[in-house]
């Protein structure tokens, strides 16, 4: 690992700790907000992949206490303020997304996923897994979403990304690929930040024949 990298990481692993944020990610999502203005006062925020919850304790932050944030992970999440609730369910899962319905007080304004396969080390396999979690975290915003919400999905990039952005375009109206500062330059993770979701693309008609 190069100086710089170990610098970076120990830079936020201490600006976490001394602001009381419980991962380096929670910087991450900062810095994306502040540029694509992504969370706001009162909203309803999905966050797929959220342990151990440094996203959770960001999104809290911003949407007040007016809003509600409600957090995914396959394992369990120690709790948070008063409009956070957690779940442990698997993003892959087909009932996921109803789960994630029924524990709303509305559709949400915004989904977001940090959602990261476990690294194997061969760089196709974890593009692959990433990409798959990726989709799996369209499906449910897709699902769970108020048309002109909002979504910010992580995953690794290789030769599947301009096929999972251009799923992304179909449906939302303005889509941004984008790397934060506290992104590592080595790492091959991006953020896809989507806005106005055009709404759940219905099934077309049967047409008659003949
Ligand atoms: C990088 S961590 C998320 C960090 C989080 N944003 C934070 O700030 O604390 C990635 C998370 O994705 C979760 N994950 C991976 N596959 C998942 C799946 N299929 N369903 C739900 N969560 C998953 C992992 O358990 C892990 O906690």
């Known amino acids: 690992m190069s100086g710089s990298r170990?610098?970076?990481r120990e830079h936020y692993y201490r600006m976490a700790k001394r602001?009381?944020?419980r991962s380096r990610?929670?910087?991450k999502l900062i810095?994306?907000?502040k540029r694509y203005g992504l969370l706001e006062e009162g909203d309803v925020v999905v966050d797929l992949g959220a342990a151990p919850g440094g996203w959770l304790q960001v999104a809290a932050e911003r949407v007040g206490e007016s809003g509600f944030v409600l957090g995914v992970d396959l394992?369990?999440?120690a709790p948070?303020?008063?409009n956070v609730r957690t779940l442990e369910a698997d993003i892959l899962d087909e009932q996921t997304a109803d789960l994630v319905r029924e524990n709303l007080p509305r559709r949400a304004d915004v989904v977001l996923s940090d959602a990261s396969p476990k690294i194997s080390g061969v760089w196709t396999v974890d593009h692959a897994r990433s990409v798959e979690l990726a989709r799996g975290a369209l499906r449910i915003a897709s699902r769970v979403l108020r048309c002109g919400g909002r979504l910010l999905v992580k995953v690794f990039q290789g030769e599947e990304f301009p096929g999972l952005v251009a799923e992304i375009r179909k449906r939302f109206e303005f889509v941004k690929v984008s790397k934060p500062r506290a992104s590592r330059k080595a790492s091959a993770e991006v953020y896809i930040m989507a806005k106005g979701?055009?709404?759940r693309v219905r099934a077309a008609p049967l047409r008659r024949r003949g």
């Open 6 to 8: 170990d610098r970076k």
């Open 19 to 21: 602001m009381g944020y």
């Open 25 to 27: 990610a929670a910087f």
């Open 31 to 33: 810095q994306l907000d």
């Open 75 to 77: 394992v369990p999440i």
């Open 80 to 82: 948070l303020g008063k």
């Open 197 to 199: 979701f055009r709404g």
